[in-house]
């Protein structure tokens, strides 16, 4: 039985990365060779290194939303905290909310000096509410913009200057909970230094949920039921895939949330294809890879799915002796942390 507690190890609580490091690319870049095991220490700068003419980046441009809100409740003026987690409706999102006690049927709270307000409708299983969001505008992403906070990891506990810094540099499409943290090491410079190169760079969308911070919670890992997140994968994207292959030359995913799209749709329809869906696709060793030849990531958590993922791409040995060197050798950890390359 293949156990959470097998993707266990020891990290001091110093290597996780509070800040982002400037430049973005200055950033450290584990190099694991997937067939040998070997590891080399770069930076991130280096990529371009590794990459040839016709290799293809799949990278997620989804864009997180500043979805944290602090507010007080109509009439009282009592302390609220919404943070947004899914569009139910136009106007209806389900809600994480603090202190839940307040947050009772029919209660209103006021955000922005009255720019936006949240009136509860329900509390749904898990003791999340539904909520109707009254503003005014054609939508409610610019207010989100203009008085919402990032919904940081809750490892996180230093403040964000700068909301930019939880974005990626190609992020477009409003609608994740959490940045695709692969992407954060790259600048503009360096994507136009690849494009130079010849390299492509396929764009696919897949809005993070809340649910990439839920814990494994079951000691035997097929047990786990993973969280469902949408996905749009482009024409164009899949016959950039499909000749990338054709061509002889290799795909390679920017972060778990690219890979857990390509290998969706390649998973559900047989072939690399224009698809728009939902995946609670769980890929853990002993998945047998369809799309990708080469992954940039992060360093994950214990026990995550995450780290499961990765194991599942470079081997589990491999995997784990990774991390133990990358602990060794005080990389920085999550979703401000260094990165690793696996090819």
Not at 119 to 143: K, Q
Not at 159 to 166: A, C, K, S, T
Not at 192 to 214: C, M, P, S, W, Y
Not at 215 to 232: G, L
Request: proline share 4%; charged share 25%.
């Amino acid at each position: 039985m293949l156990k959470t507690s097998d993707f266990y190890f020891d990290l001091p609580q110093e290597q996780i990365a509070q800040t982002p490091i400037e430049p973005r690319d200055h950033s450290r870049m584990l190099h694991l060779f997937r067939e040998t095991g070997e590891l080399e220490h770069r930076h991130f700068y280096d990529l371009p290194d590794y990459l040839e003419a016709g290799d293809t980046l799949v990278v997620n441009t989804s864009r997180v939303i500043p979805a944290r809100l602090f507010g007080a409740k109509e009439g009282t003026g009592g302390h609220m905290q919404f943070l947004l987690l899914d569009q139910k409706e136009k106007d209806v999102w389900e809600v994480m909310v603090k202190p839940g006690k307040k947050a009772k049927t029919g209660a209103r709270f006021v955000f922005g000096d009255g720019l936006l307000v949240g009136e509860i409708l329900a509390t749904v299983e898990g003791g999340n509410r539904l909520v109707r969001m009254h503003y005014e505008g054609a939508n409610i992403y610019p207010i989100l913009e203009k008085i919402g906070n990032m919904p940081l990891p809750p490892y996180i506990t230093a403040e964000l200057e700068d909301n930019e810094r939880y974005q990626t540099v190609y992020s477009k499409q409003l609608g994740s909970a959490a940045a695709p943290t692969a992407g954060l090491h790259f600048t503009t410079e360096l994507m136009d230094k690849l494009r130079q190169k010849g390299v492509n760079i396929a764009e696919v969308i897949l809005h993070v949920g809340i649910g990439t911070f839920r814990p494994v919670k079951v000691e035997d890992v097929t047990k786990h039921h993973m969280h469902s997140e949408h996905y749009h994968l482009p024409k164009e994207t899949a016959d950039l895939i499909n000749e990338t292959h054709a061509r002889g030359k290799r795909v390679i995913g920017v972060g778990t949330t690219s890979c857990r799209t390509v290998e969706s749709v390649a998973t559900k329809l047989g072939e690399v294809c224009e698809d728009d869906d939902d995946t609670s696709i769980f890929i853990y060793p002993g998945y047998r890879f369809k799309v990708l030849d080469g992954l940039i990531t992060n360093f994950h958590l214990p026990e995550s799915t995450l780290i499961m993922l990765v194991s599942a791409f470079a081997g589990y040995e491999h995997t784990m002796r990774a991390y133990e060197t990358a602990v060794k050798e005080n990389y920085r950890f999550f979703s401000f942390g260094d990165s690793m390359l696996i090819l």
